[in-house]
Every structure is written in structure tokens, then in C-alpha cells.
């Protein structure tokens, strides 16, 4: 085992623990929180694999939570260096601190997304990759937001969203925009799927 590969094994995230922090902040805040449980690891894997690696633009990920698609993106090969992280709550603003050290983590609101990441993004974004419980927002409020990740994103650039319901959460036929989805992931808890938009 190397030095990398050793400090990056003794940085994965303890599952255990992390089921019991997501399972309070639930009990606290369901809507907030959207889930009862991170995403699996077939999940993650998913949702990192629509992110370029060889590009070398910021890549945002919106409401990381505990870190579980943010550990999939670096196994992806995303430089850690590269990860803006976006989490309202400050409990995980921490905890990311403390495990990806040498990503750039803001606490804010990814529903002021362009007064959030004006100051912060060096320049247009690789990919945004999102974990917000999307769903539990109006339409109206979910399709201000793909609008803004557009204006942040590399021309043809994805963004990237889970979701556990069958509809998909962006509506699949947007002037300019190309849609594309994951089969269902049954190996997830609940089963999801992953929907990417990219503005032509
Ligand atoms: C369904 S959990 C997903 C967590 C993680 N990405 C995963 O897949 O396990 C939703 C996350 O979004 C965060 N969140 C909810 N609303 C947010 C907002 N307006 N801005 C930033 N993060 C938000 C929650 O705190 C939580 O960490």
C-alpha cells in the first residue's frame, strides 16, 4: 500500500456512523434531509461516472452530506483539489473539513446558488453534481436552480441528480437541453436513479 492510497484508506468515511448522523439530522429536519440514509456506494459510483476526469475545471457538489458521492468522485480520479463542496448544515460542513481536507467546503444555500458560488468558483464548473433532496422543492424552485448550475457550468457540462422518484425531477424536455438517465439502481436503499442535464 502507498502513502496515498494508506491516508486515503484511513479516511473512509465509518458507514455505521454516518447512518446514525444522517438518521438525527432526518429526525431533525426530514424535508431538509430528503433521505434516511446516504446513498450507497452503486449510487455513488453512478453518480461520479458522468464527471470528466480529464477536464480540470471546479467540480461543485451540492448538499454532500456525510461525503458518500464526494468518496466516489475521488475513487472516479477527481482530484480532491478540485471539489467545491456546498452543505447548509454545519455539523457536515465539519466533518467534510475533517475528511477531505483538501477540498473547499462552503456552508450555504444551493437555492442561492449564484450568490453562493459567485466569490468562490475560480472559473466555470467541470460538473455539478447534486445530492439535494430536489424533489421536496416546487418546480419553480428546482428549475431556478438547474438554471443557475447552467450559468456555472462549462458549455455542454453535466449536471448530475439522483433521485428516488419515478418522475424525473427536471422536467426531461427542456428547450437546449440534453437529458439523459441511469437504469434504476435497485442496489440502493431506497432504489434511485440518476438524471444529467447538459445545456447545449
Ligand atoms: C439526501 S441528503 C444527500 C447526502 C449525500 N449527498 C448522499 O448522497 O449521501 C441531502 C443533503 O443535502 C443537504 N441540503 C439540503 N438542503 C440544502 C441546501 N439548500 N443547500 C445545501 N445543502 C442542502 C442536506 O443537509 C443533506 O446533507
Redesign the pocket.
Known sequence: MTMHSSARALKKPARLDDEVRFLR?WIEKPL????VM??GKFL?RTMAQYVDVDSTGPVVE?????G??TSALIDHGVDPKRLVL????PG?CALLRERYPQAKVVQ????RLRDTMWKVLPEPATAIVS???LVTKPMLTRMKLVRDAFNLLEPGAPFVQFTYSVAPPIPKSLPGVDTEASERIWMNIPPARVWVYRKR
Open positions: 439530522s431538509h434531509m430528503g433521505a446516504p446513498s455513488a451540492l448538499g454532500p452530506g456525510t458518500a458521492i456546498l452543505e447548509f448544515d457536515f450555504g444555500d444551493a437555492y445530492g439535494l433532496p
